[in-house]
């Protein structure tokens, strides 16, 4: 599979009970397919952390994204929640879920803040998050 925002090549990485599709040395996006998101764990979302904060390169914002799993399906940009805040992409014929770099923080920051009743998946990630900040790894993630 090919990243939908730099075209690298998608590597599988496990983390926790789940396989996901990641840009490892690219972009640093990861790809969650239909309903994974909703089953990450903290201890999945911890696994991953440490690609989330690290892409080697960008990919643009501005250009159509296609999903890696449907041949020739555009990806949509949405909006995260009703605040607004964070856009991901998303496959209206999947469901699968596209998070850039850097968006997993900004979820995590806007989940902080939050009023609202959030998703399962994005509470995990949050843990997942204050667990990291508590205890820096200096080890690379295996990919």
């Known amino acids: 599979m090919k990243c939908p925002a730099c075209k690298n090549p998608l590597r599988e990485k ?3 009970e789940m396989t996901l599709d990641i840009c490892y040395g690219g972009c640093g996006g990861i790809w ?3 309903t994974e998101l909703q089953r990450v764990t903290a201890r ?3 696994t991953l952390h440490s690609i989330w904060q690290a892409p080697v390169s960008n990919g643009k914002l501005t250009d159509p994204r296609m999903c890696p799993r449907c041949p020739e399906q555009v990806l949509e940009r949405k909006w995260f929640s009703d605040s607004k ?3 991901i992409d998303q496959c209206p014929k999947c469901g699968g879920i596209w998070l ?3 968006e997993f923080s900004r979820i995590y920051d806007e989940i902080k803040g939050a ?3 959030t998703p399962i ?3 995990a990630m949050a843990e997942a998050a204050n667990i990291v900040k508590a205890e820096p790894s200096d080890t690379p ?3």
């Open 115 to 117: 009023k609202v009743t």
């Open 14 to 16: 496990g983390a926790g």
């Open 85 to 87: 805040q964070v856009e």
């Open 100 to 102: 850039d770099a850097g």
């Open 121 to 123: 998946w994005a509470v």
């Open 141 to 143: 993630p295996n990919v």
């Open 32 to 34: 969650f397919d239909g």
């Open 44 to 46: 999945a979302a911890t």
